[in-house]
Structures are given as structure tokens and as C-alpha cells.
């Protein structure tokens, strides 16, 4: 009874918040707009965004102005789930938002390496991060050079693992992307002991665990397929956590001298199972569709849990990256049947 009735309220909040999470034939539907603008006019009018999108003014329907407030949302939910949340349920909160600090770190590097003509554009995240987050966007937004923006983090947790990076040798974007991700994973992998207990624990263990196997499966695959890495530099960019997939099988995999030999080995992972090769998806399209089996299949056999909080906030992130797809697809002018591919798997 106690999980039943500490969740009962947050359980009931979040049903509603999915009811409104868009269906597979919206998509198709979206796929079929001719226009970015289209695309705003249908979410307006059949869709929960019509609140958030009416705040964009009609000569700002730029794909970019539409993504931010899309973020916005995201946002919004996690802000609605979060006064529902008790003191203990909100410490998980806290460690969830490590991925959205990452990203937006990532998104600064990336600012301040390629030198953008406008430099920052994320004060419209400086609400969501004053009130939940470590990291100061009013400092961030100050940094020009990599050096800086390391020092802005300071008093956060990404200092010291940035500060030993960039005072060790030459460093490109991709070793600050690479450092964090790896930093992300691994505090993670730590902390999950000291937030959660018992079945929640092992929920968590589970999901986290699960998503490392399948980064490091995706990093595999792209280091071999795209950059043509030798197997020691791919080894030196995988999550050190081994959840249900083997060393000896990471080493097949990395060493594998074809892509028939990849999905063999691929063949022999616990995933495999959850993804059928003749469907032809992506490997990110398999990712998307092995995390989605496994949060539904957590939040049916224990609803009154983290797995509630965890799977909503999966198919809302889902559900953002999709419709940008969506949009970039529309504005280069693809096909629906086009749109669709690379859409892909499912919402709900």
C-alpha cells in the first residue's frame, strides 16, 4: 500500500499528461504538411500545444523559434510533475535533470568552439534552470572562450572532470562532448544507490543499465560504420559499465570486420530480441525501440513507481525529437513516405 499511495496522485497526473502525447496517425498527418507553418497551424488546432505555440508571434514561425518553445514544453511538464512529486520521488527528479544539463553544456561548447555570429540563444531556459538546476546561464552566456565557460561551471559537478580535461592536452569538441557523457553515465551509475532503494533501485538499475548497453552499441556502430575507428580508439569512447552485455561480447562487436559480423554479434545481445532486423530501422531507430519496450514493460508490472515518472518524460522527449525531424523533413521538401522513415517507431 505505501508506493500505491505515495504515487497515486503523480500516477494520475501523468495519465492525463500522456492522453494528450500525440498518436501515430498524427504523425502521418504531419508528415502530409506542405510547410513549417502548417505543421504550427496543426499543432495549434489538434494538439495539447496550442497554449505554448500561441505565444509565438506570427512572423517568428522559424523552425528554430518553434523547436525552443517545443523545449518549452518539455519544460513545462517536468515543472508539473515536479509539485506532484514528494520530497524522495523529487531527489530522482534531481538526477534526472543531469541529461538536460548535459546537453545544454554540450550545446555551449559547441557555441563558443565554432564561433557562431549570435553567440547564445538559451535565455528562454534560464526560468526551468534557475529553479532546478546547478548551472548558471547567466554565467554561461558570458563565456567566449572554452576556457571560460569551463571556469563558469565551477561550484558545479562538471568543473573538476572538464578542468582535468582542458588542462591536459590539445582538446576538440568531440573530447568535451566525450568527457561529459562519460561523466554523465558513470555519476549516474554511482549515485542511483543513494537516491533509490529496493524495487525502485532495481527498476532504475535496469533502465539505466539498459540505456548504456544500447549507447554503447550505437557508438560502436556509427565509430565503425562512419569514422572507420580503429577498435583501441572505439574502446576509449564507450561507457565503462557492462549491464547485460559482456566484455567478451563488446569485444566481438568492436572487433567485428564487417557489418554482417556486427549484427551477428548484435544477434547475441539480450536487445535482440526487442528488435527485428528485417523492420530495417536505424540503430537509433532500435534504440528508441528497445528503451520504449523496456519503460512500458517497467511501468505495467510496477505503475506505482519511478517507472511512471521515467516513462512519460522518455515519450515527451520522443515526441520532440520526432516532430523536429518531421519539420526538417517538410522544409527540404521529402515526401511523407520519406518523412515517415526517418520519424520512424512510434510515439505512444
Not at 151 to 161: F, M, Q, V
Request: charged fraction near 30%; glycine fraction near 2%; include cysteine.
Amino acid at each position: 500500500m505505501g508506493n500505491l499511495l505515495v504515487y497515486s496522485g503523480i500516477v494520475t497526473k501523468i495519465r492525463a499528461m500522456e492522453a494528450k502525447l500525440l498518436k501515430p496517425e498524427q504523425f502521418e498527418e504531419i508528415a502530409n504538411l506542405h510547410n513549417v507553418p502548417e505543421v504550427v497551424s496543426y499543432l495549434m488546432e489538434h494538439t495539447s500545444y496550442t497554449d505554448i505555440l500561441e505565444e509565438i508571434d506570427d512572423t517568428r514561425l522559424h523552425r528554430g523559434d518553434i523547436e525552443k518553445v517545443l523545449v518549452e514544453s518539455l519544460y513545462r511538464d517536468y515543472t508539473k510533475i515536479y509539485r506532484f512529486c514528494s520530497l524522495e520521488q523529487r531527489k530522482f527528479l534531481h538526477l534526472y535533470i543531469k541529461r538536460y544539463e548535459i546537453d545544454l553544456i554540450n550545446y555551449c561548447f559547441r557555441i563558443v568552439i565554432n564561433h557562431y555570429a549570435e553567440p547564445f540563444d538559451i535565455n528562454y531556459k534560464k526560468p526551468f534552470f534557475d529553479r532546478y538546476s546547478q548551472i548558471s546561464i547567466e554565467k554561461l552566456i558570458t563565456s567566449r572562450t572554452t576556457d571560460e565557460l569551463v571556469e563558469n561551471l565551477k561550484g558545479t559537478e562538471y568543473y573538476e572532470p572538464l578542468r582535468k580535461l582542458r588542462d591536459g592536452r590539445a582538446v576538440t569538441l568531440f573530447d568535451y562532448d566525450l568527457t561529459l557523457d562519460l561523466y554523465y553515465f558513470s555519476s549516474l551509475w554511482k549515485e542511483r544507490k543513494k537516491v533509490l532503494k529496493k524495487k525502485e533501485l532495481e527498476i532504475f538499475t535496469r533502465d539505466c543499465g539498459s540505456k548504456i548497453d544500447l549507447l554503447n552499441l550505437q557508438w560502436i556502430y556509427r565509430a565503425k560504420r562512419y569514422y572507420d575507428m580503429a577498435p583501441a580508439d572505439i574502446y576509449s569512447i564507450l561507457v565503462p559499465i557492462h549491464y547485460k552485455i559482456s566484455m567478451d561480447l563488446i569485444k566481438e562487436l568492436v572487433e567485428s570486420s564487417n557489418k554482417e559480423e556486427f549484427y551477428a554479434a548484435m544477434r547475441k545481445t539480450a536487445y535482440s530480441r526487442h528488435y527485428d532486423f528485417a523492420q530495417k530501422l536505424t540503430i537509433e531507430q532500435m534504440y528508441a525501440e528497445c528503451l520504449y519496450h523496456l519503460y512500458t514493460v517497467d511501468r505495467r508490472r510496477n505503475p506505482y513507481s519511478i517507472a511512471t515518472i521515467n516513462t512519460y518524460l522518455f515519450m515527451k522527449e520522443e515526441e520532440l525529437k520526432k516532430l523536429t525531424t518531421a519539420m526538417e523533413c517538410i522544409r527540404y521538401g521529402l515526401t511523407p513516405s520519406e518523412t515517415l522513415a526517418y520519424v520512424g517507431g512510434r510515439t505512444q
